[in-house]
């Protein structure tokens, strides 16, 4: 059984910065970050497998980096030059298959969330 949980979200002025922290345990080969804003759909932001290849969603190159610990099993996200149309809740995912992917239906382990603001 894999738990996630995350930290370090917070709210932000435009062009902040936030680092959010996914604590894990269980086994975690691939592990992503999403996030969704009210009224919208669950959207793939990050995700990382154990060979460290990584994918992002495209508004997001450039300015999230995500990257993980392995000693102490956490995943990050570093998120620079933040906008409006990034706040949104975030969560961290796990999954024992291959990556990495974006793909919401591949994981089978979920974070509780944590709020990310961005205000202009």
């Known amino acids: 059984q894999v738990q996630l949980q995350e930290s370090g979200g917070g709210s932000v002025q435009s062009g902040g910065s936030l680092k959010l922290s996914c604590a894990a345990s269980g086994d975690t080969r691939c592990m992503a970050w999403f996030r969704q804003a009210p009224g919208k759909e669950r959207e793939g932001v990050a995700a990382i497998d154990k060979t460290d290849t990584t994918t992002y969603t495209e508004s997001v190159k450039g300015r999230f980096t995500i990257s993980r610990n392995y000693p102490n099993n956490t995943l990050y996200l570093q998120m620079n030059s933040l906008k409006p149309e990034d706040t949104a809740m975030y969560y961290c995912?796990?999954?024992?298959?291959?990556?990495?992917?974006?793909?919401?239906?591949?994981?089978?382990?979920w974070g509780q969330g944590t709020q990310v603001t961005v205000s202009s």
């Open positions: 995912a796990a999954t024992p298959g291959w990556g990495p992917t974006l793909e919401p239906r591949i994981y089978a382990y």
